[in-house]
């Protein structure tokens, strides 16, 4: 389980225009934002990859790099970056399935074609979204089980400029081994 405050796991993928991404090596102003997708066959992506598209400039403007990642090879993260009509955000591929383990995602089999007539590959993750220090800590994580419901990036940008202004710490830092009281 991943916790805020605590230590990313290693991630290095490629990417389809920035050659490769190692999050380690990432040193944003304050943070990078890390958007694990389902693939090319969820519609629901295409629609959230667009909103971070568009928003993209204003995270820059905070402080913010950018990226989505799934485990969809080259051809298919290229199909995804033309639908979504990615020119700010970077897009990167081939996330092993271990790697989505560590990390914490979800993983789904395959169901055949999707709504939009695009078949799931036999594996794949789920979304998450992750905000990550230049100093490789967690600051903020959401993962979900489904395509559903998931993190507002207008929301998230407006919350930036309260954590910026206010030095606000990342949360949810405790565990609880012991029982509450």
């Known amino acids: 389980m991943l916790i805020p405050r605590q230590q990313a796991p290693d991630l290095s993928v490629d990417t389809l225009v920035a ?90 089999a395959s169901r055949g074609k999707t709504s939009i007539g695009i078949d799931e590959p036999a594996l794949f993750s789920e979304p998450g979204l992750f905000l990550v220090r230049p100093d490789n800590t967690v600051y903020y994580l959401s993962v979900q089980s489904m395509p559903f419901v998931r993190p507002n990036f207008a929301e998230m940008v407006q919350a930036l400029d309260f954590v910026i202004k206010n030095d606000y710490p990342a949360r949810g830092e405790q565990l609880l081994e012991q029982p509450l009281a």
């Open 19 to 108: 050659g490769r991404f190692r999050l380690i090596d990432e040193k944003p102003e304050r943070m990078t934002l890390v958007c694990f997708y389902r693939g090319l066959h969820c519609p629901i992506c295409a629609s959230y990859l667009k909103e971070l598209e568009r928003l993209t400039p204003a995270f820059a403007e905070r402080g913010v790099a950018t990226i989505a990642i799934s485990s969809d090879d080259e051809a298919r993260a290229r199909a995804m970056a033309d639908k979504i009509g990615a020119a700010k955000l970077r897009i990167g591929h081939g996330l092993s399935l271990a790697d989505a383990r560590k990390w914490g995602l979800y993983i789904s």
